[in-house]
């Protein structure tokens, strides 16, 4: 409804207020460059609507796309069952590590899986399926533990054979996650941080909602 668009714009506004900051500086440049020269009258009321369309086409454009991201970042974390801040630290991760987030997602499906069947290859890895309550781990608990289990062993063949056990067609292409064990996710997740790759769960919620609403 319309009611809903207004609302979900008013939301996915606020949490564009960040990104947009300096697009205000750019249009004021903008503005100060086709100004210079330009006589008065009709040349700069053509140069002040043209400016002003490419504003906004830029704004739509920005919107859109921020909107899908968000809305994507939703869909794949509550696939992989993930808070959509540890997504996206994956998904960096991942991206600088030269492997795909879908080849993670499927790691994740995976270490579940064998962890329901009670797979020994984790015991050989001194790692426990459940935690103190009793309950199988989370997947990205299993994740983070098999990964680092992994990294430890020294001889290649033996980490490769085990990894093999847990992600079978998957192992080769995870190699340079396993290699450099949580250690190297953490620094990822952390430098994804501090470039402000990461956006907040309200600005990932806003903007799905946008998109939603925009759809439909």
């Known amino acids: 409804s319309l009611d809903k668009m207004d609302r979900s ?11 947009t900051a300096g697009l205000t500086s750019s249009i004021s440049s903008t503005f100060s460059k086709m100004f210079i020269g330009l006589s008065a009258g009709v040349g700069v009321l053509l ?11 830029k704004l739509i454009e920005f919107a859109n796309q921020a909107s899908a991201t968000g809305n994507r970042i939703r869909i794949l ?11 996206q630290e994956l998904e ?13 997602a499927k790691a994740f499906s995976s270490l579940a ?6 797979n020994k290859t984790f015991q050989q890895l001194g790692i426990s399926i459940k935690d103190s ?29 085990l990894a093999t056990q847990l992600f079978g067609g998957n192992t080769k292409a995870l190699t340079p996650i396993i290699n450099g064990g ?5 620094n990822f ?8 790759k990461i956006m907040s769960d309200e600005a990932v919620v806003a903007s799905a909602e946008f998109k939603e609403a925009w759809d439909n």
């Open 9 to 19: 714009f008013s939301s996915f506004s606020k949490s564009l207020s960040q990104k």
């Open 47 to 57: 140069a002040v609507t043209a400016a002003a369309n490419k504003v906004k086409q």
């Open 77 to 87: 974390s509550d696939e992989m069952n993930v808070s959509y801040k540890t997504f």
């Open 92 to 104: 960096y991760a991942a991206d600088r590590s030269k492997v795909s987030i879908d080849t993670i």
């Open 113 to 118: 899986s064998h962890a329901q069947n009670g």
């Open 133 to 161: 309550s009793g309950q199988i781990k989370t997947q990205e608990q299993l994740f983070r533990e098999t990964v680092e289990a992994l990294s430890r062993v020294e001889n290649r063949m033996q980490r490769l054979a």
């Open 182 to 186: 949580i250690q190297n996710l953490d």
């Open 189 to 196: 997740a952390k430098r994804a941080h501090e470039l402000n």
